[in-house]
């Protein structure tokens, strides 16, 4: 039995806020060093699994397993419970996020903002959090940027920073959600390079996306979602030139 297991198992996951449901039963695995980019109209539901993921939202339904740890959600007594915040949080510390939104803290530098959770989080030592925090400055380029404030970076710059702060817990997985949406045209490129890049060397990665040439050139699989739930998926050089669902065929029609 030496079935390779997914680092991400979800399962029929629901979500629904009042009486809008929003996931109607999401099934999406994710092996180790895959890249998941997701497509999708805009209301289709991928911000929310994005943040069932990473359990800032409560399931209605179903189940996500991330890497070995137990799911977010048991079922006791036929009722679906969540598990208590302390294994909740050991979850948690093993995903990475990055917002269409930077959200940089902008009372500390670059350096501040990167060092900040492995430091308070996960008690690396200041000394060690600063050397690999550099390091990863130097992987998006910026090195030179460490005592910058995040106000007087351009957009671009902010993202970058955002990545690596985001890579600084040493995240078995990381969720891109729109990272390049709220840039200006001309620094997009240099994001999505270092996504790349991260890419390329095997880091396993979900990117909800409208930059098709990403998921082109940078998915092992695309997956499109419309309406809650997964309507297609294989790997970018079969759907993207064939689609088979009229709602992906239409979809896609918007980009050529
Ligand atoms: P996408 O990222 O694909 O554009 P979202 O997951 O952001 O879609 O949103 C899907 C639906 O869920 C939308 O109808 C949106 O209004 C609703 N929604 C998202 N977040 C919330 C929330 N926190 N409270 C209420 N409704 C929400
Ligand atoms: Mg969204």
Avoid at 212 to 237: L, S, T
Wanted: hydrophobic share 40%; with cysteine; aromatic share 6%.
């Amino acid at each position: 039995m030496n079935e390779v297991q997914p680092l991400v198992r979800a399962r029929n996951v629901q979500k629904s806020y009042g009486d809008n449901e929003v996931l109607k039963g999401v099934d999406l695995d994710v092996m180790s060093g895959e890249v998941v980019v997701i497509l999708g109209p805009s209301g289709s539901g991928k911000s929310t699994f994005l943040r069932c993921i990473n359990h800032l939202e409560e399931l209605n339904a179903g189940s996500i397993m991330v890497s070995d740890s137990q799911p977010g959600y048991v079922l006791k007594k036929g009722r679906l419970q969540r598990l208590p915040p302390r294994k909740i949080a050991r979850q948690r510390q093993k995903i990475g996020m990055v917002f269409q939104q930077f959200n940089l803290y902008p009372h500390m530098t670059v350096l501040q903002n990167i060092i900040e959770a492995p430091i308070g989080v996960h008690k690396v030592p200041r000394e060690e959090a600063t050397r690999y925090a550099k390091e990863l400055l130097a992987t998006v380029g910026l090195s030179d940027k460490a005592d910058a404030w995040p106000g007087n970076l351009s957009g671009g710059q902010q993202q970058r920073v955002a990545i690596a702060r985001a890579l600084a817990i040493r995240p078995e997985l990381m969720l891109f959600d729109e990272p390049t949406s709220a840039l200006d045209p001309e620094l997009v490129g240099e994001v999505l390079a270092i996504m790349r890049n991260l890419a390329d060397q095997g880091l396993t990665m979900i990117v909800v996306t409208h930059e098709i040439g990403f998921a082109r050139e940078a998915a092992d699989r695309v997956v499109f979602m419309d309406g809650g739930v997964v309507v297609e998926q294989g790997p970018p050089g079969e759907v993207l030139v064939n689609p088979q669902h009229p709602r992906f065929q239409t979809f896609l029609s918007r980009f050529i």
